[in-house]
């Protein structure tokens, strides 16, 4: 059994909320008030030490929350140690009486079970509004909402996050001198002036919509008779994916986004279209009946985390001549007021030629990205488009702009980009990181950041929509590779669309990073 240095049991420290607030209950009993801290705690430094002691001076008995692994939202290879691991260290300090991991995004359920008398912050979370996350706010309304005061202990300010890039690398050491590169040239205040104008967009999405299923599975084995591998199903979970996706992204990063896309009327009221409205995004769509709504189930080994097969109910046919005509006239009506659109085409039958047509008429930035997948084998192609000022691609959507496997991309990307007349085209490389390619015939390259892939799906669409957002308010390339690698190493670390980015979550991630 882990003891502190008072004798009283680690684990005994460590509880959860519920829990906790019949163990408080009766120290309120006693006449004791509580102190209640709440941060990551990702590396105990002298900073924390004397924190938590002066917060345990004000009170009686000091709770610490600790927010869990899957909402640590510090950037790639954050946090350095896992929940248990923090919380374990913080319960071994004589300061601190109880522990708990949070299981929520913020401290504010946790400070409802609580109910401290006291909420302590370090100094360096005095001025409200420069939290982007509007969460200290919100914090001290709900303690002061129970007669309890908010805090702030003045005492010497060190960064976890600063300590962990310099003597605790997540990244490779190619990786570490290009951020190095990125801090000198920019300031987090002139990151965050650029997503300030990219926040000021009106934008259009246009697309398929498709819904990602997720279901858990255990093989079973070969089937008795004949050579067939059987899968047991478990449970299920979707998450709005295609274009719903990118309009997710780009309405968290707070610009007024539109969609314009194809579903069947009978999912009009899905719970997945009702979360992207809950967001403000103004949904557009035509009534693709009798196609279905695209669906894609991927079976997942519930052990492993592994993809063992991919299920697609779809139909990649042309659209009813109306429907196609209904798709031109919405994207005609909604992009005359927009600043920019976004086209990510995923090859399923919603975006024809006319359609096409319509789209680069239009005298507006026009960002685009052609997905080659299972479901259009190959026959999607940004080729298709007479123009585009910003584009997107993978290595292998590259080559087959020029139908070869092995190429060198620099002999024929800044000849696509004539030919469309791109300001820019970014080609990303999975784990080699990426290339924007730019007019004026340079080349960024941006080094992978992700220290770990759970899942690539969706990872393309969040770096197409910071990157295109960031080209159209001229942010320098760097500064694009930059975001858009820190934005595709945040999405390959859950499953597929679980998560829509927003501006806290990437400002958290610059800060974090650029520390």
Not at 59 to 68: D, E, M, P, Q, R
Not at 340 to 354: E, K, Q, T
Not at 365 to 394: E, K
Request: with cysteine; hydrophobic share 45%.
């Amino acid at each position: 059994m882990k003891h502190s240095e008072t004798g009283r049991s680690v684990d005994v420290k460590m509880t959860s909320a519920d829990l906790l607030a019949e163990r408080l209950d009766v120290a309120r009993a006693e006449g004791l008030q509580i102190a209640m801290c709440h941060g990551v705690f990702d590396l105990l430094h002298p900073g924390h030490l004397r924190h938590l002691a002066r917060a345990k001076d004000l009170a009686g008995v000091l709770v610490v929350s600790i927010t869990a692994d899957r909402f640590v939202n510090k950037g790639p290879g954050r946090p350095a140690f896992t929940e248990t691991l923090r919380a374990e260290a913080l319960a071994s300090l004589e300061s601190v009486d109880f522990v708990i991991i949070t299981l929520d995004a913020t401290a504010l359920p946790a400070i409802s079970a609580i109910k401290p008398n006291f909420y302590v912050k370090g100094g360096d979370y005095v001025d409200e509004d420069t939290d982007v996350t509007g969460n200290i706010r919100r914090e001290r309304e709900l303690v002061e909402s129970f007669g309890g005061e908010l805090v702030h202990t003045d005492e010497i300010v060190f960064s976890s996050s600063e300590l962990i890039n310099r003597y605790l690398p997540q990244h490779s050491d190619a990786a570490s001198e290009w951020i190095a590169r990125i801090r000198e040239e920019f300031s987090i205040e002139e990151v965050q002036t650029w997503l300030d104008r990219v926040a000021a967009l009106r934008v259009v999405v246009v697309g398929e919509t498709i819904i990602d299923v997720y279901t858990q599975c255990e093989a079973l084995g070969k089937a008795s008779k004949d050579p067939v591998l059987c899968f047991s199903r478990g449970p299920s979970v979707s998450h709005a994916g295609g274009i719903l996706a990118v309009a997710g992204h780009s309405a968290g990063l707070g610009a007024t986004t539109t969609v314009i896309t194809g579903i069947n009327q009978r999912n009009q009221e899905d719970p997945e279209l009702g979360l992207l409205r809950e967001r403000g995004v103004d949904l557009r769509s035509v009534d693709i009946n009798p196609r279905p709504t695209i669906r894609k189930e991927r079976l997942i080994d519930k052990r492993t985390g592994a993809r063992v097969l991919e299920i697609y109910d779809m139909d990649d046919s042309p659209l009813p001549p109306k429907a196609e005509q209904d798709f031109i006239q919405a994207i005609r009506d909604k992009a005359i007021d927009a600043d920019v659109v976004i086209v990510a085409d995923y090859g399923h039958g919603l975006i024809s030629d006319a359609s096409i047509q319509a789209l680069t008429d239009l005298p507006l930035f026009l960002a685009v990205n052609t997905q080659v997948n299972a479901g259009n084998r190959g026959f999607n192609s940004v080729s298709r488009y007479p123009r585009a000022d910003f584009v997107t691609l993978n290595g292998l959507e590259a080559g087959l702009e020029v139908r070869r496997r092995h190429v060198d991309l620099g002999t024929f990307i800044p000849a696509l980009q004539v030919r469309l007349g791109a300001a820019g085209i970014l080609v990303t490389l999975g784990g080699a990181g990426l290339d924007l390619y730019s007019q004026d015939g340079s080349i960024n390259h941006a080094p992978a950041l992700a220290p770990f892939v759970t899942d690539r799906v969706g990872a393309g669409d969040a770096v197409l929509t910071i990157t295109a957002l960031l080209s159209a308010v001229g942010a320098p390339p760097v500064l694009i590779g930059f975001l858009g690698n820190l934005v595709g190493a945040w999405a390959v670390s859950f499953l597929g669309n679980e998560q829509s980015l927003d501006r806290a979550t990437l400002s958290k991630a610059i800060l974090s990073t650029l520390k």
